[in-house]
């Protein structure tokens, strides 16, 4: 544990910790010698190691090294020790663009302000071959300035991701601001899929609320797969124009981003914000050490970092984390090309288990597995695996009817996506849900994609 004062690499001295997730933590910290604040983000690498994400850590490490913008979170430097991963980041200090939509809707001149330095981010990432994929508020920062900050690449693609079809083929984002085509499986632009994203942002940050939403997942993919919004009554003609070629689930129709920056509304007020070209340089930090990702990682024996499969980094986690036996396989994205119902995900587990608790995961099966079992040592819960792909927590304690079981499985829905499924098999229902609901769902925030509702509607 990394304690407040500690100097490291004899460069930085750690600050307040600003958040943690499975495999790392993030810390302010200020360089020793040039005073600049900083966000340190301190990875666990064997433990990335033991899950196979190290290639996927490497992807996002290369990714930030090409897309140096003023509208996108700077890495400054990546160091690496036997046993940990430094990334010296860029520290924005105004938070989640999420934060100022969730007291309420924007007033256009704000929301357009926010969507240009999107646009320009985003764009700058497309001439450089990276394609981010999970575009939404909460990986949108503000600096002290009030200027966003792309952040959070670690589902994008480079160039040299795309099949020989030219196209992506990996699930990836969050359900409300994917892009139609990127559900169907047939493959898809990442440019396209990105401006889908900002296009729902957009909206967002317009209203105040989901152009496409629903508490059904599958309800949810037919209003995306359709494009079955519709704009406030008080939004100007030419903004919801704009929208409707936006959100266009045809991605061969939907607006591009060249065809954008020539709008009428976009363009308003666009001077005031003109980003200099000077900043746009590729060059590194001044105050940074200059030494590549590539050789800190190899001088402890890794791989080369350039050296990535051209498999996007959601197949190639599965690939290197999961044993040769794979979870059971749903044919749910097959009902939902279909589209001809309102399919709910969990008439897939009939069961007669009173309630269940699933949700739906886009990180690898062994990750989930190593999660829940994290989770349930930590809540006093002993672990035994069944079988590949499934697990039961046994409670230690004697509760009101006896120990608390609840079994664990995981069904793979496509090659990157996982439905996890829990239910009481013994104990008191209401230590079950307490369990689920207080302990479970808040130690998990960082794998779960989305919570479903179960057969007795249990939500979150």
Not at 240 to 261: C, F, G
Not at 277 to 282: A, F, S, T, Y
């Amino acid at each position: 544990m990394e304690k407040k004062g500690t100097v490291l690499m004899n460069k930085y001295e750690l600050g307040r910790m600003l958040g943690q997730g499975t495999f790392a933590k993030v810390y302010h910290a200020r360089h020793l010698k040039t005073g600049q604040s900083i966000a340190l983000k301190i990875i666990d690498k064997d433990r990335v190691l033991r899950v196979g994400l190290m290639d996927q850590i490497k992807r996002e490490i290369s990714i930030m090294r090409l897309v140096r913008h003023p509208n996108v979170v700077q890495l400054h430097e990546v160091m690496a020790t036997k046993t940990k991963i430094y990334l010296a980041l860029e520290h924005v200090k105004g938070g989640e663009l999420f934060n100022k939509v969730a007291k309420g809707r924007l007033k256009e001149a704000s929301a357009r302000k926010y969507f240009q330095q999107l646009i320009a981010a985003v764009d700058f990432c497309h001439s450089r071959g990276v394609y981010h994929r999970d575009l939404k508020p909460e990986n949108l920062l503000l600096d002290e300035s009030g200027n966003l900050k792309v952040s959070d690449f670690g589902l994008s693609a480079l160039l040299e991701s795309r099949r020989q079809d030219g196209l992506l083929h990996t699930t990836c984002g969050t359900p409300a601001y994917v892009a139609p085509e990127v559900l169907l499986k047939k493959g898809y632009d990442g440019q396209k899929a990105d401006i889908w994203s900002c296009g729902v942002i957009l909206y967002v940050l317009l209203t105040g609320y989901l152009p496409f939403h629903s508490s059904n997942l599958m309800v949810m993919y037919r209003k995306i797969s359709r494009a079955d919004f519709k704009c406030p009554r008080w939004f100007p003609s030419d903004v919801k124009r704009l929208m409707y070629r936006i959100l266009d689930p045809n991605p061969a129709t939907r607006m591009s981003v060249d065809k954008l920056k020539e709008n009428r509304w976009f363009l308003k007020d666009k001077s005031k914000i003109e980003i200099p070209e000077r900043d746009l340089e590729d060059g590194h930090d001044p105050n940074a050490n200059n030494t590549s990702p590539r050789s800190v990682l190899d001088s402890n024996g890794e791989a080369d970092l350039e050296g990535h499969s051209d498999d996007d980094p959601c197949e190639l986690d599965q690939k290197t984390a999961c044993s040769s036996v794979k979870p059971t396989t749903l044919n749910a994205f097959d009902i939902i090309n279909s589209l001809s119902r309102g399919f709910d995900l969990s008439g897939l587990f009939e069961d007669n288990v009173a309630e269940v608790y699933r949700f739906t995961t886009q990180k690898p099966a062994a990750l989930v597995l190593s999660k829940l079992e994290e989770v349930a040592m930590t809540e006093s819960f002993n672990v035994k695996k069944t079988h590949d792909w499934k697990v039961k927590l046994q409670g230690f304690k004697e509760g009101r009817k006896g120990q608390l079981a609840i079994d664990a499985e995981i069904f793979e829905v496509t090659p990157s996506i996982y439905m996890v499924e829990m239910k009481k098999t013994s104990g008191d229902t209401l230590e079950y849900r307490k369990f689920c609901n207080q302990d479970l769902r808040p130690s998990l925030k960082d794998i779960v994609w989305t919570w479903q509702s179960d057969r007795n509607q249990v939500q979150e």
